[in-house]
């Protein structure tokens, strides 16, 4: 009666470490293919959004689509300490998005022991990592 094969640690950490890499290679060919179409929207978009000042329209329909020009407005700051300040004499805490800095809330953890922050939840999980020899 055959017996099942029992792949050995060795046999396991090498073909993990096989797909890995293949999984690398794959994901740089796709990141590569992905710059280039993303390059050539940007010149079709450039094109299209010609086309809308050129003729004054904020769309246009073609056999194939419609396309049409909005107005898209991005916020940021170059000074974190005086936006806290304003958001702070405003009242203004919407500005902010809700999520915590991992590595701040870790190392706060690790200093202060004591101190678990009320509505915090921690999530633990053993995790693989394999190194090449």
């Known amino acids: 009666m055959p017996t099942e094969y029992e792949p050995s640690v ?3 950490t090498r073909t993990y470490i096989k797909i890995r890499d ?3 290679e794959l994901t ?3 990141k590569a293919d992905e710059q280039k179409l ?17 003729f ?3 769309s246009a329909r073609t ?23 304003f958001i702070m004499d405003h009242q203004v805490p919407e500005f902010f998005e809700k999520r915590l800095n991992q590595t701040a809330v870790r190392e706060f ?3 202060n022991p004591d101190q678990f922050p009320p509505g915090l939840n921690t999530d633990v999980e053993y995790v693989i990592n394999v190194r090449r020899k």
Do not use: N, P
């Open 10 to 12: 060795e046999d396991i």
């Open 22 to 24: 293949t999984l690398s």
């Open 28 to 30: 740089a060919q796709y």
């Open 38 to 54: 993303k390059e050539q929207l940007d010149v079709l978009r450039g094109a299209l959004l010609d086309y809308c000042a050129t």
């Open 56 to 58: 004054g329209v904020e």
């Open 63 to 85: 056999a194939h689509g419609t396309f049409y020009r909005t107005t898209k407005t991005r916020y940021w700051t170059s000074d974190w300490e005086s936006m806290h300040r």
């Open 109 to 111: 953890l690790e200093e």
